[in-house]
Nanobody
């Protein structure tokens, strides 16, 4: 089991930036595929981005391409989501998740159910 704690959320104006962090602890971390999801009020949880255990492969939802960057620092057991050019539609609770199987197939890693561990979430609010 991996414990995940998100941080870095907050209130920002449209066009601004935030960097979310997900600190992991537990038995293992570097071999996991890590993902970011978000859930807005009245909406289902949706895929945002994911990164392979080596960090050599990244995956993004279409609505964040060119604006968000996912990265990881395995020495620090931390995954990041750099969010630029934020829009009001980005307002949501953001969750990080860990897949111990190291899934790298896009059609699978966008599905929340393949992830084994989840953080508590951090609120991101973008004002207009």
């Amino acid at each position: 089991q991996v414990q995940l704690v998100e941080s870095g959320g907050g209130l920002v104006q449209a066009g601004g930036s935030l960097r979310l962090s997900c600190a992991a602890s537990g038995r293992t971390f570097s071999s996991y595929t890590m993902g970011w999801f978000r859930q807005a009020p009245g909406k289902e949880r949706e895929f945002v981005a994911a990164i392979s255990w080596r960090g050599s492969s990244t995956y993004y939802a279409d609505f964040v391409k060119g604006r968000f960057t996912i990265s990881r620092d395995n020495a620090k057991n931390t995954v990041y989501l750099q969010m630029n050019s934020l829009k009001p539609d980005d307002t949501a609770v953001y969750y990080c998740a860990a897949d111990r199987h190291g899934t790298v197939l896009y059609y699978l890693l966008i599905r929340p159910h393949i992830y084994d561990d989840w953080g508590q979430g951090t609120q991101v609010t973008v004002s207009s």
